[in-house]
């Protein structure tokens, strides 16, 4: 299977099938990361109307990622099992239910309800790395998959941007912002259904075709010969699945928080307006666009020069330096320089999730659906328990300071992962 895989990345071809699925992988996440945080821009408006205290907010951002740990846990599996081209159809499709839903919400908690429902279309995220991985050569897999996540991610930012201006065209029509906010969230969730369409039209599972047929042929699938449960328990027995947990929890949890918290934290705390606090905050996830690809693309130079333990290394180093970041963007008090601490961070974050999922495809490919859903599910529980850090010390600013230490101690979990000389070869790095 591997001498399909494309070995390098012909970014303006539609030709083949890893280019498809690599162009229409990240467009499907990009529309469902826009449907994820498509909210958090206008909380502002909303926690206005429905008399949100600080801990309802916390609560709902809590519920916006709590869901997610499980749903990624159970895609990366399905994917094994079904194939990717049938997972990823299946969530845009059900997704779309709730993301269509939060537009009805009449009090809090039928808000925090659909809002849980949301969350489910953040395990997005690891059928785009499982695709992508089954996609390419190991010599540009960390590239593909930092590429497509970051571009997907991209999704994010925009909503941060868009969304309150997107609010303001409605409420330009003459609609009220009461209503307005209503209008705005109903183009994410239209938006799935047409990208769910597209996915199942054009994309396969693998390069020699879709698991269904190849099973039925008796062809060999790697990473999917069984898939379900199998998948699971093999990669949950692997403890560097467990170490990368941890540091996706460090790195992509705190780019959800940051989502989730941004736009609140520049109104509240530096007076901003709602549109300049979108702008500001959706700067932050717009990074993933080159960051996160920069991170992944670094990792296989590496890999080429090194071994597989570059890689770790890299991960590691960004780790740091996304810690110390995190630090100085709670302690700015002016805005223009809380926006380029913001970036400094940010940038970090987004490539050491880019170099984390440069290193998924090398713990374990005969698992890989299991090893890409319970690392992507550590991303949750990172942003879940920085939600109920937030909702204990009731403080933003304080909340982030003990992160930005949490982050520096977890970068200890991304340097042992390191594998044995024999693993870390340069060949199986950069074949």
């Not at 090194?306 to 810690?323: A, D, P, Q, W, Y």
Request: hydrophobic letters at 55%; aromatic letters at 12%; glycine letters at 12%.
């Amino acid at each position: 299977m591997a001498s399909q895989k494309a070995t390098r990345i012909a970014l303006f071809s539609l030709a083949t099938p890893p280019m498809r699925a690599f162009h229409l992988t990240w467009m499907a996440f990009f529309v469902c990361f826009f449907a994820w945080f498509a909210c958090a821009p206008l909380m502002p408006v909303i926690k206005g109307e429905f008399g949100l205290s600080l801990a309802q907010v916390a609560n709902i951002n809590i519920a916006a990622v709590a869901i997610t740990i499980l749903v990624r846990l159970i895609v990366g599996p399905l994917c094994d099992r079904y194939g990717p081209r049938k997972t990823y159809t299946g969530l845009l499709l059900l997704g779309a239910i709730p993301v269509l839903g939060v537009a009805a919400s009449q009090s809090y908690e039928s808000f925090l309800f659909f809002r849980l429902g949301i969350g489910a279309v953040g395990a997005s995220f690891v059928i785009t790395q499982y695709h992508t991985s089954v996609m390419f050569a190991p010599r540009v897999v960390g590239t593909a998959n930092a590429a497509a996540a970051g571009w997907g991610n991209a999704g994010g930012g925009a909503a941060q941007a868009l969304m309150p201006l997107l609010l303001g065209a409605v409420v330009m029509l003459g609609v009220s912002e009461s209503l307005g906010w209503r209008v705005a969230l109903l183009v994410p969730g239209v938006l799935m259904l047409v990208m769910a369409a597209l996915y199942w039209r054009y994309t396969q599972d693998c390069p020699e075709g879709n698991y269904s047929d190849l099973r039925a042929a008796g062809t060999a699938i790697e990473g999917g010969k069984k898939g379900g449960w199998d998948s699971f328990k093999a990669a949950s027995a692997n403890y560097r699945v467990w170490l990368l947990f941890v540091t996706y929890g460090a790195c992509f949890g705190i780019e959800i928080f940051i989502h989730n918290i941004a736009a609140v934290y520049y109104v509240d705390h530096f007076g901003l307006s709602l549109k300049s606090a979108g702008l500001a905050a959706g700067s932050f996830g717009l990074l993933a666009l080159f960051a996160r690809a920069l991170g992944g693309w670094m990792s296989d130079k590496l890999a080429l020069r090194g071994n597989l333990n570059s890689r770790v290394t890299l991960l590691f180093m960004l780790m740091i330096g996304e810690g110390v970041g995190l630090l100085w963007f709670a302690k700015v008090d002016s805005v223009t320089y809380a926006v380029i601490a913001m970036l400094v961070f940010g940038l970090f974050t987004h490539m050491a999730c880019g170099a984390t999922y440069a290193l998924v495809p090398f713990i374990d490919s005969k698992a890989l659906g299991g090893v890409a859903g319970i690392i992507g599910a550590g991303g949750n529980v990172g942003a879940v328990a920085a939600g109920f850090l937030m909702k204990g010390t009731g403080d933003i600013r304080q909340t982030l300071i003990i992160l930005s230490a949490l982050v520096v101690i977890s970068a200890l979990c991304a340097i042992a992962v390191r594998f044995t000389r024999e693993a870390a070869e340069p060949n199986m790095a950069a074949a």
